[in-house]
């Protein structure tokens, strides 16, 4: 079997990871990938928007299934190219995809099938934005309708940082939705779609924030834990009530098919209700490094159960992971992200790893003496599982001192806060 993966961060490294360890053995192929991802296969040099080049590859190289990790590609329609030509690819069409790239159709299917979320407001000119400011209170939620690679959104104290927010957004051209701002607990839940049957994983939480404490500006993600206390069965099964079926059932109504993954960021509330924040049409970073290792299934069989319509085989039992086991991701950056930062810094890794200790590579360059160097934000994400989150925790942060580069930087409270700690955090 030979898949092809596109992407290059750090979900993708554990996505390919992931699949490496498959029953199938199959043969991988990244486009372009990144250094730890060439471990587990072979590199493709073609550009994730370049949709031809991609189609071509596939096609020459009988390529069984694409992977698509980003949303950009999905956003361009990669997986309607691959579809009309017969190829399986993993991850929804261009329609279903708008569920991420535009907040403003998100927002309009969740009022038009009263799935919960928090109220809105869709402003396409400046002046009705500024308007519509009225009929919100801080801190307001400015979020920028498009893909904004996780940093759409701002957080606005008052009312002049919220004016502030919406001139930056119309003087990049984009329109933006204006929302109230919730309270309570985040919680993320990336479940696989095949048009039919929609079946979550274990939840996890993220930390946006570049500061420990929750502080500082937004981030693509700082590190994640899972499973969480908080995604108790009966809070999950409302989830899957409440929120998971009624948005397929209103994506059928609108004539989309959606097959792949359904991201949906939640906001529990202080009663312990489930409302959406946002959803993503793809894997969640950096949930992913710790949602997959947790997998009990073969990631092969169930992205080909989900291609292929035949996710209902799941249903009975829902998806398996690991019982007991615990893990926690924290993400090494360089000095200055999310803001301006150097690249092209050596990386020193440590000379072994336990097999409960990965590193997913998310902005590394292999330079011609095979040695790595710092080539992006998120540089690396020290993955550990554990049987407890202390023990995760553990293992992770031994891992995560002894890798050394200038300038890095990490958060050192990851999963360490109580959930309760977790209130209220800004996240897109």
């Avoid at 192929?29 to 587990?40: I, W």
């Avoid at 590609?73 to 690819?89: C, H, M, N, T, Y």
């Avoid at 009624?246 to 959606?258: H, K, M, N, S, V």
């Avoid at 050596?346 to 998310?362: E, G, K, M, R, T």
């Amino acid at each position: 079997m030979k898949i092809l993966v596109i992407g290059n961060g750090g979900r993708e490294h554990a996505i390919a990871w992931t699949l490496s360890q498959s029953a199938h053995k199959p043969e991988l192929y990244f486009a372009q990938g990144n250094p730890g991802m060439r471990e587990l296969g072979q590199r493709v040099d073609i550009e994730l928007t370049d949709l031809n080049g991609l189609l071509l590859f596939a096609q020459r190289e009988q390529i069984d299934l694409t992977v698509v990790g980003p949303e950009l590609p999905l956003s361009l329609g990669i997986a309607d190219r691959f579809e009309e030509q017969g190829l399986k690819v993993f991850g929804p069409k261009q329609a279903g995809a708008q569920m991420e790239y535009s907040k403003a159709f998100a927002k309009k299917l969740m009022a038009d099938y009263r799935i919960p979320t928090a109220h809105y407001r869709f402003c396409q000119d400046l002046a009705a934005a500024l308007s519509a400011l009225d009929e919100f209170e801080a801190p307001y939620v400015i979020k920028e309708d498009g893909l904004a690679a996780g940093k759409g959104v701002t957080i606005a104290q008052s009312r002049a940082e919220a004016e502030e927010a919406i001139h930056q957004a119309f003087q990049k051209e984009m329109p933006v939705v204006i929302e109230e701002f919730m309270h309570g607990q985040e919680l993320s839940v990336l479940a696989f779609c095949d048009g039919k049957t929609i079946l979550p994983c274990v939840a996890a939480q993220d930390y946006k924030k570049a500061g420990e404490g929750n502080t500082g500006p937004n981030t693509g993600g700082m590190g994640a834990y899972a499973p969480v206390p908080l995604a108790t069965p009966e809070l999950m099964a409302r989830v899957q009530q409440e929120v998971l079926n009624p948005t397929l059932q209103a994506l059928q109504a609108e004539g989309i098919d959606y097959k792949g993954i359904l991201y949906a960021g939640l906001m529990i509330t202080p009663e312990g209700n489930p409302r959406v924040v946002e959803f993503n049409a793809r894997f969640g970073d950096p949930e992913t490094q710790v949602v997959l290792p947790l997998l009990q299934d073969d990631l092969v069989d169930v992205m080909l159960a989900t291609v292929n319509g035949e996710l209902h085989r799941y249903a009975e039992t829902g998806l398996s992971f690991k019982e007991g086991a615990k893990a926690i991701t924290v993400v090494l950056t360089s000095a200055g992200y999310p803001g301006d930062y150097e690249t092209g810094k050596p990386i020193f890794f440590p000379q072994y790893l336990s097999n409960d200790v990965h590193i997913f590579h998310a902005g590394t360059r292999v330079l011609p003496d095979q040695s790595k160097v710092t080539h992006g934000g998120r540089v690396l994400n020290v993955t550990a599982i554990g049987d407890s989150l202390e023990q995760a925790r553990q293992r992770a942060y031994e891992i995560v001192n002894q890798i050394r580069f200038e300038g890095k930087y990490f958060r050192g409270d990851i999963a360490a806060l109580p959930a309760q700690a977790l209130q209220s955090q800004a996240k897109n």
